[in-house]
Nanobody, 115 residues
């Protein structure tokens, strides 16, 4: 069973930056496309960004041009570089595989954008 551990969240002012990391246990990480999701209070979890095994990326319109997803298969880790953060980016951020059967969700990492 793959375990996911997200980290890197915190409190940041509008316009600031954060880099999130998601470490996955196990040796199968490299064969999966990976996604970052977020869930704001009172809202459903939404897809933020995705990256294929070959490195192709896609983004939600709300973060396009501000967020960058990347992966390091040698470290079993996927990253989310978040720049020009907005108050509406405040949420708990999670990663998971992009397939039809998600792994057990990690605890997520809280991102709070506030002045």
């Amino acid at each position: 069973q793959v375990q996911l551990v997200e980290s890197g969240g915190g409190l940041v002012q509008p316009g600031g930056s954060l880099r999130l990391s998601c470490a996955a246990s196990g040796r199968i990480f490299s064969i999966y496309a990976m996604n970052w999701y977020r869930q704001a209070p009172g809202k459903q979890r939404e897809l933020v960004a995705g990256i294929t095994t070959g490195g192709s990326t896609n983004y939600a319109d709300s973060v396009k041009g501000r967020f960058t997803i990347s992966r390091d298969n040698a470290k079993n880790t996927v990253y989310l570089q978040m720049n020009s953060l907005k108050i509406e980016d405040t949420a708990v951020y999670y990663c998971n595989n992009a397939g039809s059967t998600p792994w057990t969700w990690g605890q997520g990492t809280q991102v709070t954008v506030s002045s």
